[in-house]
């Protein structure tokens, strides 16, 4: 299923970009749409590059106080793909760029993904997972590993 999907955007992002060069270009002319083309992937840069050195940052202070970034990790990757799609001409790839290098896009990605994972936090004493509804906490007394007699 994600495989069809994937496969359908490959092949639909071209032509929507192509329909909205067309569109654009129509609406304001052939050289303004070239300059906004251009004048969005070097914002589009620029921010990429202040985002990126902002989330390490913040990385390298959570691994020194010795917590794993797991959500510095995902932004940093939501923000590598941000840059991916800054690089690929067109307006539609620069608007969903810049979408994911807003810090609001990204936590709600984020908490989209948590719905369907189970976060654990892993601290210098130890993992600790975080309390869900419903979910009973054991003590090493309460379960064993083979069934007794």
């Known amino acids: 299923m994600f495989a069809r999907l994937l496969l359908i955007g490959v092949l639909a992002l071209p032509l929507v970009e192509i329909a909205l060069f067309v569109l654009v270009g129509q609406a304001i002319g052939l050289w303004a749409t070239l300059a906004a083309v251009i004048l969005i992937g070097l ?16 990385m390298q202070r959570r691994m020194r106080q010795g917590e794993l970034p797991a959500r510095q990790m995902g932004d940093t990757m939501l923000i590598g793909l941000a ?14 760029g810049l979408l994911l290098l807003i810090p ?3 936590r709600l990605i984020w908490r989209m993904l ?7 936090e892993i601290t210098p004493d130890g993992y600790r997972r975080q309390q869900q509804p419903g979910m009973i906490e054991l003590d090493e007394s ?5 069934p007794t007699l």
């Open 83 to 96: 840059g991916l799609f800054l690089l690929i001409p067109g307006f539609f790839s620069d608007i969903v």
């Open 142 to 146: 309460d379960w064993r590993d083979r």
């Open 104 to 106: 609001f896009t990204r």
């Open 43 to 58: 914002a589009g840069a620029l921010v990429l590059r202040w985002q990126g050195v902002a989330v390490l940052g913040e």
């Open 114 to 120: 948590a719905r369907n994972f189970r976060v654990v």
